[in-house]
């Protein structure tokens, strides 16, 4: 073989290396991208299969790249061999992922192509057998460049027919598929799949089997070719990835390009920089002598952190611009709520503080913060020493009962300020109160004091008042969450699939349900409540309707009693545990019975009859839910 100049060897050099590196950069991506499909949509067939050929993609790039690092004979066939297991799992992989983006379309899986990928699977298992065996790679080549390789034999003749084979059928599906979508946008997306996903099987196959005279002589060539290929492909499956992305998840477009270029940044293209980098660096060592100098691991964390911190700089500034654009002012709302929606830990820790200054302001023992809710008052926060106790709370509401409405009030030698929902409590709708020890002795109060306590029950009051709000906000969220969610799941559905948008049911999250039964039992006897509950949805209820005289509240009423009584122990009615949670529902909520009340007959206390109701609106909850789910199998029937 003839010398080359040394301008052509160094050129040659720096393209080998940029191949390299674009070689371990496929890997990486295609690591990246197999995570991301096991993370956010796993349960849909499309997205699985994708991430099988991700995995392949890994097996195939990731060997390539460690044979680089050796000069073992022994250690570079292992390598290969292993290379070749990624290889010879692409067919399969590929012909199920096709089948699968088929049956998005409308077009189910039948027995022919069932069993064409079984057969597949079947040949695939038998293959990797071979691979530990010399009958189906040859010899290894060392010392002929451009790089190790194995001698072909003729199994492995015979698996490059398969393997074209294979993948014909394959590309058959992808192009039915796009021929059976309907729409702009899904025809648009899979036609980028269809294009895209060429690139990983046509990358993958070793074409130093057959090639390996032309590239021995044209090895400039041959990296030229290796580099281009490598950089294509790598582009290809992010673009492979974007199309699979929409499947299996109900986001909105946006956010489904915005969380996939996101991950990509902090994943892929930030271990390939670094990546690149420290090869420069360290390829740069072996030129002055010194390959494993200090600069390597140093060059990696700087390029780590810098890296981290562009991403973290300037990422919301890209994602405004790609992705927001047209919805800026939308999209800087609802990052901001973030940062200032109230939650209860936020609202205790800000309330404590508050009991605090009156505390030291006033020098009394200790102050506290009652709330009135639905159900009655409820102590939300105190600080210094304790006066009152969750079992007195009946005891201070039957005191207020008594007194005009917003008046400050005397309880044992504690003063309870009225808290209101206006700017210095000049508004009618009572909030809570707050509480201050030993303090009814110490009026009337001088005109500082006065205003210092009138200071702070309006910051109080403000705190409440902005919770509410929002509480109010989150009530109005979970009404519009069965009709959110319908949409979400259709948006789904029908990016690809026609039929999938008329098998689309209708649901309501199990945690938003519970909150539903609360407040329709809370108001069950009536109240805003009820008669804009959720529930109302439910097919149970609709039916129900026939029976009430199309009342939609009575028809709710009716479930609720419906589903108590399902849980009603057999027998005479007593006031024994098995009976207990039945006593609970029945007694506070279609009765009506004080809290302190029921307490008595049911021996517990009132911190215990809470935890114990919230029981058994978790099981009437569960028994909705089975009663709506025996309904609809029954209609559907």
């Known amino acids: 073989m003839t010398q080359l100049p040394d301008w052509i060897s160094g050129l040659e050099s720096v393209i080998r290396t940029i191949s390299q590196i674009l070689t371990a950069g496929v890997a990486i991506t295609a690591f990246s991208l197999l995570l991301y499909g096991l993370t956010f949509n796993l349960r849909d067939r499309v997205a699985r299969s994708f991430a099988w050929i991700m995995f392949c993609l890994v097996i195939v790039f990731s060997t390539e790249s460690f044979t680089v690092a050796t000069s073992s004979a022994k250690t570079i066939d292992m390598w290969l061999r292993i290379q070749w297991v990624g290889i010879i799992l692409l067919p399969a992989t590929y012909l199920n992922f096709s089948d699968a983006l088929l049956a998005t379309t409308g077009l189910p899986s039948r027995w022919r192509r069932k069993w064409a990928i079984r057969v597949a699977n079947f040949i695939s298992l038998i293959l990797i057998i071979l691979l530990a065996t010399p009958w189906f790679l040859g010899p290894l080549v060392m010392d002929e460049p451009p790089a190790p390789h194995n001698q072909p034999t003729l199994i492995t003749e015979i698996f490059t027919v398969y393997y074209v084979f294979i993948m014909v059928l394959a590309w058959i599906n992808f192009i039915r598929a796009y021929r059976r979508t309907v729409t702009q946008s899904s025809k648009r997306r899979m036609l980028y799949l269809t294009v895209s996903a060429l690139a990983p099987a046509i990358g993958s196959f070793p074409f130093l089997l057959y090639?390996?005279?032309?590239?021995?002589?044209?090895?400039?060539?041959?990296?030229?070719?290796?580099?281009?290929?490598?950089?294509?492909?790598?582009?290809?499956?992010?673009?492979?990835?974007?199309?699979?992305?929409?499947?299996?998840?109900?986001?909105?477009?946006?956010?489904?390009?915005?969380?996939?270029?996101?991950?990509?940044?902090?994943?892929a293209i930030t271990a390939i920089l670094t990546l690149a980098v420290v090869t420069i660096v360290r390829r740069a060592g072996q030129i002055f002598g010194n390959p494993y100098n200090a600069f390597v691991p140093i060059t990696m964390v700087v390029m780590i952190l810098i890296s981290e911190y562009a991403i973290t700089m300037f990422y919301p500034y890209i994602e405004r611009w790609l992705f927001f654009a047209k919805d800026e002012d939308d999209f800087l709302m609802v990052k901001s709520l973030e940062d200032r929606i109230i939650t209860r830990s936020d609202l205790k820790?800000?309330?404590?503080?508050?009991?605090?200054?009156?505390?030291?302001?006033?020098?009394t023992s200790g102050a506290y913060l009652i709330e009135k809710t639905d159900e009655g008052l409820a102590l939300v926060t105190q600080t210094g020493e304790r006066h009152l106790y969750d079992n007195q709370l009946d005891e201070v509401e039957e005191l207020i009962e008594k007194t005009p409405e917003g008046q400050r009030i005397t309880w044992q030698d504690d003063?309870?300020?009225?808290?209101?929902?206006?700017?210095?409590?000049?508004?009618?709708?009572?909030?809570?109160?707050?509480?201050?020890?030993?303090?009814?002795?110490?009026?009337?109060?001088?005109?500082?004091?006065?205003?210092?306590?009138?200071?702070?029950?309006?910051?109080?009051?403000?705190?409440?008042?902005d919770r509410l709000t929002q509480e109010n906000l989150f009530r109005t969220f979970e009404r519009l969450n069965s009709e959110e969610e319908l949409i979400e799941k259709l948006r789904a559905a029908g990016r690809f699939d026609r039929k999938g948008v008329l098998q689309v049911e209708t649901s309501i999250k199990h945690s938003e349900l519970t909150?539903?039964?609360k407040d329709a039992l809370t108001h069950y006897w009536g109240g805003p409540k009820l008669t804009e509950?959720?529930?109302?949805?439910?097919?149970?209820?609709?039916?129900?309707?026939?029976?009430?005289?199309?009342?939609?509240?009575?028809?709710?009423?009716?479930?609720?009693?419906?589903?108590?009584?399902?849980?009603?122990?057999?027998g005479e009615r007593k006031y024994t545990g098995e009976w207990l949670l039945y006593n609970i529902l029945e007694l506070k909520f279609l009765e009506g019975k004080k809290v302190k009340e029921i307490a008595m007959k049911l021996a517990l206390s009132e911190a215990d009859l809470y935890r114990k109701q919230r029981v058994a609106i978790d099981v009437i909850t569960d028994t909705i839910v089975q009663m709506e789910l025996k309904h609809n199998g029954s209609s559907e029937d």
């Open 415 to 465: 003063s309870l300020i009225p808290l209101k929902n206006g700017s210095n409590g000049d508004a009618n709708m009572l909030l809570g109160y707050l509480g201050v020890n030993d303090f009814a002795a110490k009026y009337p109060l001088e005109a500082d004091d006065d205003e210092a306590l009138t200071t702070l029950v309006h910051r109080a009051s403000m705190v409440l008042r």
């Open 349 to 363: 820790q800000i309330l404590e503080m508050m009991l605090a200054a009156v505390c030291d302001r006033f020098q």
């Open 515 to 517: 909150h539903a039964v």
């Open 211 to 267: 090639g390996s005279d032309f590239a021995s002589s044209q090895t400039l060539v041959f990296w030229s070719i290796a580099t281009l290929t490598n950089l294509i492909l790598g582009g290809f499956v992010v673009v492979m990835a974007y199309s699979v992305a929409f499947f299996g998840v109900p986001w909105p477009d946006r956010v489904v390009k915005s969380r996939l270029f996101k991950w990509l940044l902090r994943g």
């Open 533 to 570: 509950n959720p529930l109302l949805k439910l097919e149970i209820v609709r039916n129900e309707l026939s029976e009430t005289e199309q009342n939609p509240a009575n028809a709710l009423r009716s479930i609720l009693k419906i589903a108590i009584e399902q849980i009603k122990p057999a």
